[in-house]
């Protein structure tokens, strides 16, 4: 990253810490000599992608969960920022349990917003959703303009801006949300049930069969490499709040973070299949294989970054296309 607005000589909590987008905010939060805190249950997040914080000094693990409001005050004592990533995704997910991401991804966050709120730390910063967009047919999307949620999961995290605008409106804790893309990268688990669409594919393709496209490929995601979201996440730490203040807009304290640009299924299949042919020319002769549509699933998703850029001054560096070169590699180096 050749942005220099970074967070450094601070104490910071990721919560989520051992997941994919978290794990990744581990490791560079501790190359840049800040002392780090991860708070972790596990349930979806790995060990594994902790074995190079845990050698670390400047790491703590706490075990715990964001249901349970004594974890919350344990892991954030004495820190200066929260980046908070735990959350249960997946839109199939909550569809098939509504109950569990509810408690998890709203009763968690208010006890850890409000852990945070009571230890004083400068600036809380959270895993906003593009699912927050829900059925409308505004493109691109503009932070200010939503529909209405299509999935339990899209509920639970539009539920959560309006928390911690009104946390912020209440109490005087800066709050930013950042709204994730369709983030993809290194880490990103390709196994289980609800596993993204990047790394299903590469699995798949790299043991020669066919990926399932559910619709005829058409649907189309603003795909967000792993880095973007890296760099999203600092300077929402760090920009001066005086410049959201200012703004006169109802989301003034939310942000798309993508890449802005758009890249349909087929596509996607096409690139994927093209840079694992490098490593091994079989794939080349694979082909799709396309099924139903999936309930709650929206036909497009385009991200308008300017207010992102304007305000936060964030710059993606990655496209989809470089980001998927670095993604492959690291997957056929790891899997």
């Known amino acids: 990253m ?11 909590l990721v919560t989520g810490g051992a997941g994919f987008i978290g794990s990744n905010l581990v490791d560079r939060l501790l190359e840049q000599g800040n002392q780090v805190v991860c708070l972790d249950n596990f349930a979806t997040g790995k060990r594994e992608n902790l074995d190079l914080a845990l050698q670390n000094k400047n790491f703590t693990l706490v075990e715990g969960d964001i249901r349970n409001y004594e974890d919350c005050v344990r892991a954030v ?3 200066d920022y929260v980046l908070h990533q735990a959350a249960l995704g997946s839109v199939p997910r909550s569809i098939k349990d ?6 998890v991804n709203i ?3 208010v006890k850890m917003l409000f852990a945070a709120k009571e230890e004083g730390v400068k600036r809380f910063v959270y895993a906003a959703s593009s699912s927050t967009y829900g059925d409308s047919t505004n493109m691109p ?4 303009i939503i529909g209405n949620p299509l999935s339990p999961y899209a509920i639970t995290k539009y539920a959560n801006e309006v928390y911690a605008q009104n946390f912020t409106d209440t109490y005087g804790i800066e709050t930013i949300g950042l709204r994730y893309f369709n983030v993809f990268g290194r880490r990103q688990d390709p196994n289980g049930a609800y596993a993204a669409v ?3 594919f590469v699995m798949q393709l790299m043991a020669h069969e066919s990926p399932i496209i559910n ?3 058409t649907f189309s995601r603003d795909f967000t490499y792993i880095e973007n979201v890296i760099q999203a996440n600092q300077l929402a730490a760090i920009v001066s709040y005086d410049n959201i203040k200012e703004l006169q807009v109802g989301s003034k304290s939310v942000f798309n973070v993508a890449y802005g640009e758009r890249t349909d299924l087929n596509q996607l299949f096409n690139i994927l299949k093209k840079n694992l042919s490098e490593f091994d020319y079989k794939i080349s002769d694979v082909n799709v294989i396309y099924g139903e549509n999936r309930a709650g699933d929206i036909p497009h998703s385009l991200a308008n970054i300017d207010k992102g850029k304007n305000i936060l001054g964030y710059n993606p560096e990655y496209c989809i296309q470089r980001g998927l070169e670095e993604a492959c590699k690291w997957y056929w180096e790891n899997l």
């Open 98 to 103: 509504p109950i569990t991401s509810t408690d």
């Open 198 to 200: 990047i790394p299903k």
């Open 141 to 144: 999307k503009v932070e200010d």
């Open 77 to 79: 004592k004495g820190c």
């Open 2 to 12: 050749t942005d220099k607005r970074i967070i450094k000589s601070s104490k910071v």
């Open 107 to 109: 009763g968690g966050f």
């Open 215 to 217: 619709g005829d490929g």
